[in-house]
C-alpha cells in the first residue's frame, strides 16, 4: 500500500501556495508515520484471526500476536494526533494509566452479567474505552482473577471480540492516514488544519516531546513512585511482561523520528542518537523486564538514570531541535493526564 502516498504526493492542490513543501515533513509521513499504521493494521488483523482460531489464555499463537500487535501500537503511540485521537481511538486502543482499575472493573461486569454486548465488535465500540484495546486484552490473557471469571466459553468469545474491535479502530487510523491526513501535513493551506509547513513542524515536534515526557515521566516514573515507597506493580503492562519493552520501543521510535526531523543538521542529528543511544544501553542494562528491582536502591538508582537520560533528551529537543526547525512543541493531547 506504500505506493498509495506518491498519488497523495501527486494530487496535493498546487494553488495552496505550499508548492515546495518541507522535505523533512515528506520523509516524515512517507517512511515514519505510514508504515507504523500500516504494520499496526497488519498486526492487528492477525490478532483477530489468531482469536478466532485459537481463543483460549494460554495459547502460544494468540499471544505471540497479542505481543507482536502490542508492539506495532506502541511504535506507533507517540502519534498521538489526527486519525489516532477521532472517536478517542488511542485510548480504546490503551486506556493507560488506569488509577482507578476501570479496565479489571468493567470486564468484572461484562462477564458477570454475561453482556451480549460481546457478541459483536460493532456493538463492543460502545462499552467504555476502559474496556476495550490491549490492556482490556492483557487481563484476559495474562491475569489470573480475570481469566478464573465466568465461563471459558463466554471469555473465549470476549477475546474474539475485543481483538476484532482493536483490527477494526486500527484499520480505521490507517485508512484515515492515507486517504485525507497525510495529505493535510503534506499541503499546508490557509483553509487547512495546518496553514504552513511551520505548524505541521510543529506538530511532529509536539508528537516528539509528548511521547518523551510520557516514556519518562508516566512509563518509568510512574512505578518508581517514591523512594520510600516504590510501585512496581504500577508498570505498564506489567502482567505481560512487558514494561521494559515499552520503554524500549517508545526510545526507537522516537529517536527516528528525532533523527527525521533535524534533517541535514548532521551535528544534531548525531547528537540526538548518542543521547537515544545511552538511553537505551542503560534501559538494557537493567535486565528487568517489569522494573521489580526497583524496591531495592541499586534497582531503583539505576532505573532513575534511564529516567534522566530521557530526561536529557527532552531538554536537547526543547533547546537544540526546537529551535532549529524553528518552532515550539507547545501544548499535547496527553498534558493533564
Known amino acids: 500500500m506504500r505506493h498509495m502516498l506518491f498519488t497523495i504526493l501527486a494530487t496535493v492542490a498546487p494553488v495552496t501556495g505550499f508548492a515546495e513543501q518541507d522535505p523533512r515533513v515528506a520523509h516524515i509521513v512517507q517512511d515514519h508515520i505510514l508504515p507504523r499504521f500500516e504494520t499496526l493494521a497488519d498486526a492487528s488483523d492477525t490478532l483477530a484471526n489468531s482469536a478466532r482460531a485459537e481463543c483460549t489464555a494460554t495459547s502460544d499463537a494468540l499471544r505471540a500476536a497479542y505481543f507482536d500487535a502490542f508492539d506495532a501500537w506502541v511504535s506507533a503511540s507517540h502519534l498521538r494526533f489526527g486519525p489516532t485521537e477521532i472517536e478517542n ?58 481469566r478464573a ?27 484515515d492516514w492515507r486517504t485525507d491526513y497525510a495529505a493535510q501535513l503534506l499541503s499546508p493551506s490557509g483553509d487547512g488544519h495546518y496553514r504552513s509547513d511551520d505548524e505541521a513542524l510543529q506538530e511532529l515536534l509536539k508528537a516528539l516531546s509528548a511521547g518523551l515526557q510520557f516514556t519518562g515521566d508516566t512509563r518509568i516514573g510512574r512505578p518508581l513512585g517514591s523512594f520510600t515507597k516504590p510501585r512496581p506493580k504500577r508498570a505498564e503492562a506489567w502482567r505481560s511482561g512487558r514494561s521494559a519493552r515499552h520503554v524500549a520501543l517508545s526510545l526507537q521510535s522516537l529517536n527516528e523520528l528525532s533523527r527525521m526531523l533535524a534533517g541535514t543538521d548532521e551535528g544534531l542529528s548525531r547528537k540526538l542518537g548518542e543521547e537515544f543511544t545511552r538511553a537505551s544501553t542503560q534501559l538494557t542494562g537493567l535486565n ?15 532505573l532513575e538514570v534511564v529516567q534522566q537520560s530521557v530526561g536529557r533528551i527532552r531538554t536537547l529537543v526543547r533547546e537544540a531541535l526546537g529551535p532549529a526547525l524553528g518552532v515550539a512543541a507547545g501544548f499535547n493531547s496527553m498534558d493533564g493526564d
Open 89 to 146: 481511538r488511542a485510548f480504546a486502543l490503551a486506556f493507560w494509566p488506569d488509577s482507578r482499575g476501570a479496565t479489571p472493573k468493567g470486564l468484572r461486569q461484562i462477564i458477570s452479567a454475561r453482556d451480549p454486548v460481546a457478541m459483536s465488535a460493532s456493538d463492543y465500540q460502545e462499552v467504555s474505552i476502559a474496556a476495550r484495546g490491549f490492556y482490556a486484552l492483557e487481563y484476559l490473557l495474562f491475569d489470573e482473577g480475570i
Open 149 to 175: 471469571l465466568g465461563d471459558e466459553t463466554y471469555r473465549c468469545t470476549l477475546t474474539q471480540t475485543i481483538t476484532a474491535d482493536i483490527a477494526a479502530m486500527s484499520h480505521a487510523i490507517e485508512d
Open 288 to 302: 528487568d523486564p517489569v522494573f521489580a528491582s526497583i524496591t531495592e536502591p541499586r534497582g531503583r538508582l539505576r
